[in-house]
Nanobody, 122 residues
């Protein structure tokens, strides 16, 4: 069974840094796009950053220049380096990945992690 497990969240002061990790485990053939979403209380979940299997990236405008998404395909892991954190970055951060489970079937399934809390104090 495929699982995504996030780590690296926590409490940090404004201006600080955190590095989130999300590792895919289980049996699967390949991973396509990997993404980080976040959801703050009372707000909709929003896409923070994404990275394709060819390392093409997207970053939300409000985090551009502060956050960087990357991946290690050998470790089936995606990272989110978050610098210059602001109180408005406080949210639960979720990892998402498009995973092809079997080479015989050319389609991906969407998987989600359980989330990791990031709290930025002012």
């Amino acid at each position: 069974q495929v699982q995504l497990v996030e780590s690296g969240g926590g409490l940090v002061q404004a201006g600080g840094s955190l590095r989130l990790s999300c590792a895919a485990s289980g049996s699967f053939f390949s991973i396509n796009d990997m993404r980080w979403y976040r959801q703050a209380p009372g707000l909709q979940r929003e896409l923070v950053a994404s990275i394709t299997s060819a390392d093409s990236t997207y970053h939300l405008a409000s985090v551009k220049g502060r956050f960087t998404i990357s991946r290690d395909n050998a470790k089936n892991t995606v990272y989110l380096q978050m610098n210059s954190l602001k109180p408005e970055d406080t949210a639960i951060y979720y990892c998402n990945a498009e995973i092809r489970e079997d080479y015989k079937y050319p389609y991906e399934k969407d998987y989600w992690g359980r989330g990791t809390q990031v709290t930025v104090s002012s």
